[in-house]
């Protein structure tokens, strides 16, 4: 069996086919159960060469090795979801601290930026994404992010004149 693109608007439906092309076609392993041939299609977005699939159930329903795919897809992508909420509800916990370290720093006429503490940082998460086993590249990622943003927050405040309130985004 193999699994064709076919575009719906600027989508690619995946939908069965026994057409050849191979010349045109590339083989990928997918889940050790199939393969699929993807068309190599090269995009002029940020991501390169990067593949856009749709995951189509009512058409994997006639390929029951697709069709059980398709479902260990939904159920996995439904925990990242999961992951995805805790994660957004401690970045707004993490930033409400961050809030009170920014009033703080005003108070006591510190600047926004601590590089002992940013140094340290970036010791301890490249430390806790190894023992974790994620790439410490993106640990690194995310604590720019959110080291940045807090100093942009903690400027705020201080040009507010110490008042978290700059950072109500309900206001």
């Known amino acids: ?3 064709r693109h076919q575009r719906s608007g600027n ?9 050849g092309f191979a010349s045109a ?10 393969r699929l041939i993807i068309l190599d299609i090269m995009n002029d977005s940020e991501h390169g060469d990067w593949q856009d699939t ?20 939904k159920a996995l992508r439904q925990s990242i979801d999961n992951v995805d909420t805790a994660i957004v509800s401690l970045l ?9 370290v920014g009033v ?7 600047a926004p930026a601590d590089w002992k503490r940013e140094d340290a940082q970036i010791k301890r998460l490249h430390r806790v994404a190894q023992e974790a086993g994620l790439d410490p590249q993106i640990a690194e990622m995310y604590r720019e992010f959110v080291v940045t943003e807090a100093k942009k927050r903690h400027q705020r405040i201080a040009d507010a004149g110490g008042d978290p309130g ?5 206001a």
């Open 11 to 19: 989508r690619r439906l995946v939908a069965p086919t026994t057409l």
């Open 104 to 110: 703080l720093k005003a108070q006591a006429g510190f």
């Open 92 to 100: 707004a916990e993490r930033f409400k601290f961050t809030s009170e």
């Open 54 to 73: 749709t995951i189509d159930s009512q058409q994997a329903q006639e390929h029951p090795e697709v069709a059980q795919a398709v479902r260990k897809i």
């Open 166 to 170: 700059v950072l109500d985004v309900f």
């Open 25 to 34: 076609w590339r083989r990928l392993p997918v889940l050790g159960m199939t």
């Open 1 to 3: 069996m193999t699994v």
